[in-house]
């Protein structure tokens, strides 16, 4: 009796030492588990995320909450990193009346037609000579020949009947006639509005080196200051930073670009791209940049009628902007006839206008192409494209 007792108690032994082995051998793996998975609590969605359509109406999405808290593993400061809020989207400020804020450049600029032509005009007796030199200056100053000589010869008709050189008449008299030079009766809108089911369509050619890619960058700015939708293309596919450049300028206002990855790409293929994905995104206006071509160079401008030819597959061109560096002068307006044969010019972009005492090719522009002169860049800011005001830049000029 006694040994089975015996047997009894060492059993009992036996089975609470081996219960304790597995509680033991079961906490550990527990623990085990939970130090290399720890529970995370849920992340707030960033604001302004998408929200998803239930087919019930709209219903933000959000992460399920966690079934065991835990402490999140990231110090505070890697957690405030996470959830930095990205770099507010350039809201620029209405372009009307831009050209009247940059008189100042301009007038500088041109101080040599407004200054000089006054300076001559109010010497008094005015002979052969002086007529002379108010024709040397205005010439000097691009406006060409034709225009040249029928401001002189209006200039001579008043001073001959009025009988008088007074500063004030002649300023007068040279604002109202440079003024129709210029023709303020000339449409100068841009085409940035829906056609029906299709964005308007801008087209951007010039030769290299005149600011092209940057004017587009600055149009888009004016045109998201009137509340447009932009889409912007990058078909300048041949100059390696030029569809970066582009994207850039657009990122800035918050306006998307439509670029090849590969460099060298059929640039009439991406400006299909950009007008097919303005027509299906419903965007306002598309703008289109191309490779700077030399005008005499007659593979390139075949190859723009091409770009042309593949945009007309789908949509109309509404515009066809040139832009010319107005420090070239003559030369600048044979590469405007050369482009105007080859993709309808409807209006030109005058960069450097700033930097030159050269003001008389606008007048001379307009008249070698019949087209209006429609935005012109005054200085390197982003915001130094003003829409052309025939009036702000007649009077800068004479002020």
């Given amino acids: 009796m006694d040994n089975l007792w015996l047997y009894v108690i060492i059993a009992l032994i036996v089975l609470v030492l081996a219960a304790a082995t597995v509680y033991g051998l079961m906490r550990g793996r527990g623990g085990a588990e939970r130090s290399v998975e720890p529970s995370r609590p849920a992340q707030p969605m960033p604001s302004g995320s998408p929200a998803v359509d239930s087919g019930q109406g709209a219903a933000t999405a959000t992460a399920p909450p966690p079934e065991h808290p835990a402490e999140p593993s990231e110090s505070p400061a890697e957690a405030l990193e996470e959830v930095a809020p990205a770099p507010a989207v350039e809201r620029p400020e209405s372009a009307r009346g831009r050209l ?66 007074d500063e004030a008449t002649v300023r007068g008299w040279l604002r109202k006639d440079l003024l129709a ?32 890619t940057t004017t587009v960058g600055k149009l888009a700015r004016v045109l998201v200051a009137e509340d447009r939708e932009v889409l912007l293309g990058a078909a300048d596919t041949f100059r390696a930073a030029a569809a970066d450049q582009l994207e850039t300028w657009g990122g800035r206002v918050g306006v998307p670009t439509v670029r090849s990855d590969k460099e060298g790409a059929d640039p009439a293929a991406v ?93 001379s522009v307009q008249r070698q192409l019949g087209v209006p002169v429609k935005l012109v860049g005054l200085g390197e800011g982003p915001d130094d494209l003003a829409p052309f005001d025939p009036e702000a830049f007649v009077d800068a000029i004479v002020e």
């Fill in 181 to 212: 030079l210029v023709q303020p009766e000339m449409d100068r809108r841009i085409a940035s509005s829906r056609v029906g089911i299709r964005p308007a369509v801008i087209l951007v050619v010039g030769v290299n080196g005149t600011g092209k």
């Fill in 271 to 363: 400006a299909f791209d950009t007008v097919k994905a303005g027509i299906e995104q419903e965007v306002d206006v598309v703008i289109i940049d191309t490779a700077g071509r030399l005008h005499t160079k007659v593979g390139l401008m075949d190859e723009l009628g091409k770009i042309k030819r593949v945009i007309e597959k789908q949509s109309e061109i509404d515009e066809v902007l040139l832009v010319l560096d107005a420090t070239t002068g003559q030369n600048g307006l044979q590469q405007a006839r050369i482009f105007a044969e080859a993709v309808d010019v409807t209006g030109i972009v005058l960069t450097k206008l700033d930097g030159t005492a050269k003001g008389g090719i606008v007048v």
């Fill in 100 to 165: 009247q804020r940059l008189r100042a450049r301009l007038a500088r600029s041109n101080s040599a037609i407004g200054k000089g032509l006054l300076a001559l005009l109010s010497r008094g007796h005015l002979d052969e000579e002086a007529w002379e030199e108010v024709e040397d200056t205005l010439i000097a100053s691009d406006l060409g020949v034709e225009a040249t000589t029928e401001l002189v010869e209006s200039l001579r008709t008043q001073v001959k009947v009025e009988g008088t050189t």
